[in-house]
């Protein structure tokens, strides 16, 4: 694919995920609770995936591919279910624009940590001064977001 258009797809990620957290916060308010928001928002991914296998007609992956995968592939799932309590949690405390920017500021730590040391299978990019300043950035992007 070209750049410009996976960098678009990459911005429209971004976009969808403040909207999935500040729509999330709404359902927990007309819900009255957290968790039940969390869960209805995973069924409704859960929904869009299955629909999404089924349009691509994806085989169902044969038990060795299943058993195949590292423990720690699994749990995926799982951190995106502590993300979303969290986003819900800290969304009317925060405001969406710091807690995205402290979202943010994160993924950018762990990116460069998980790159630095290729974890998880990732093939390994050092870190250098121009990804610190870039983190630097980020983390500075964040202060100034604050209210």
Do not use: C
Request: net charge positive; hydrophobic share 60%.
């Amino acid at each position: 694919m070209q750049a410009w258009l996976l960098t678009l797809l990459a911005l429209g990620a971004g976009i969808s995920v403040a909207t999935q957290q500040v729509l999330n916060g709404n359902l927990r308010t007309a819900l009255n609770s957290p968790a039940w928001a969390g869960f209805i928002s995973y069924l409704g991914g859960l929904l869009t995936m299955g629909l999404l296998l089924i349009v691509a007609r994806e085989p169902v992956p044969s038990w060795k591919l299943v058993t195949a995968a590292p423990w720690w592939a699994w749990s995926g799932g799982i951190l995106g279910g502590v993300f979303i309590m969290l986003m819900i949690l800290l969304l009317p405390s925060l405001g969406a624009a710091t807690l995205l920017a402290l979202v943010v500021a994160g993924q950018m730590l762990a990116g460069i940590a998980m790159d630095h040391f290729g974890l998880f299978g990732l093939v390994q990019h050092p870190v250098s001064p121009s990804r610190l300043i870039g983190v630097a950035l980020v983390i500075g992007g964040v202060l100034l977001i604050k209210d």
